[in-house]
């Protein structure tokens, strides 16, 4: 994994996905964290930076699914003064936006949401001035009901909260999104809100001509919209749940692809240790046949000892034998008659 990262970081073109895939599958969340944490490139930049700014988002998705719940710090690491969450609302990258919101932690949602860049901007304020407005309840929808009108009440260097921003750009539908995201009953007060030219958002859409905003900024009070607001918010309450649950099960599922991770080191250790038994065994075995082969050399020469030992031998009683008729044969007489025999000498 970690020449999987030094190489993604080295390169600018695609990644291979396959070895990426491959890689994870062997390495534990905590280590895999600290090798994109420590492992940068000259600009000081996260293999997780740069998928994202590259448009990766396979790499994206790959990275961070597995460091769910444990990636707080790395996720509020800023790049050019931008944090990963902030990149993908610019991009209006709403599955990126999804992945980290599912990523960072519960208790650590909001404060990643509301961090400002050099001018103030959140990540609400920058997709409320693009008119993003998925973005713009995916960042409302994954908060508290007090998160969001907190979320709501921030303002930038110039004073101007999103909706001053909705409402300048004439992003109506943006404006209505935040609007009923919060009861009825918060509303007027963050109406009121003004900016550095005390200008309230209504204010603000009509000095840029913006009818349609303005329209709906002067009908809120209204009963027919009050009414219609308050069944969006419970929309909105509706959907807040059902990603709070979506967040516990993605949770419970990286528990679970963790345990299932840590079985399959055991697993491959428990084979590693296996084969270096196995090699063990075999040198064992590849020593016992040296040993036969050094035995049977060994047989082999004591057999030739012994076939020269009974050659010898054989030799030595044929010249006995020889000898034996050698000193029977007569060779003389003496005056008796009596043979006589030379020397043995």
């Not at 996720?75 to 991009?91: I, P």
């Not at 921003?165 to 919060?182: D, K, N, P, R, V």
């Not at 035995?295 to 044929?318: C, F, G, H, P, W």
């Amino acid at each position: 994994m970690e020449q999987w990262i030094r190489e993604y970081i080295r390169a600018s073109g695609a990644p291979d996905i396959t070895s990426l895939r491959a890689a994870l599958t062997t390495t534990p969340p905590d280590q895999l964290l600290q090798l994109i944490t420590t492992i940068r490139d000259s600009k000081s930049y996260t293999a997780l930076q740069l998928a994202i700014s590259r448009d990766h988002p396979v790499v994206t998705h790959l990275l961070l699914t597995p460091l769910r719940g444990i990636a707080d710090e790395l996720l509020f690491e800023k790049e050019d003064g931008d944090t990963a969450l902030y990149r993908a609302v610019w991009k209006g990258d709403r599955e990126l936006l999804e992945l980290i919101l599912h990523t960072v932690s519960s208790g650590k949602k909001y404060e990643l949401i509301a961090v400002k860049d050099r001018w103030g901007y959140t990540a609400l304020t920058g997709a409320a001035g693009r008119g993003y407005t998925e973005i713009v309840e995916t960042l409302l929808i994954s908060l508290s009901v007090e998160q969001r009108v907190s979320l709501l009440n921030i303002q930038d260097n110039y004073l101007d909260t999103a909706l001053h921003w909705a409402a300048y750009w004439g992003h109506t539908t943006t404006l209505q999104s935040m609007l009923t995201s919060i009861p009825p009953d918060k509303v007027s007060a963050l109406l009121s809100i003004k900016n550095s030219s005390s200008r309230t958002p209504l204010e603000v859409a009509e000095s840029e001509g913006e009818k349609e905003s303005v329209e709906l900024l002067k009908s809120w009070k209204q009963p027919v919209l009050a009414a219609h607001a308050a069944a969006t918010f419970w929309r909105f309450s509706a959907l807040h749940e059902a990603d709070r649950h979506k967040t516990k099960e993605l949770t419970n599922q990286r528990e679970e692809l963790t345990k299932l991770k840590e079985e399959l080191v055991e697993s491959k250790q428990h084979i590693l240790d296996l084969q270096e038994a196995d090699n063990h065994k075999t040198a064992a075995l590849a020593n016992q046949r040296e040993e036969s082969v050094e035995s049977q050399q060994r047989i082999v020469a004591l057999q030739e000892a012994d076939n020269r030992k009974t050659t010898d031998m054989a030799a030595m009683m044929e010249r006995l034998n020889r000898l034996d008729i050698y000193l029977r044969t007569p060779t003389d007489t003496d005056e008796t008659g009596d043979q006589l025999h030379e020397p043995l000498g």
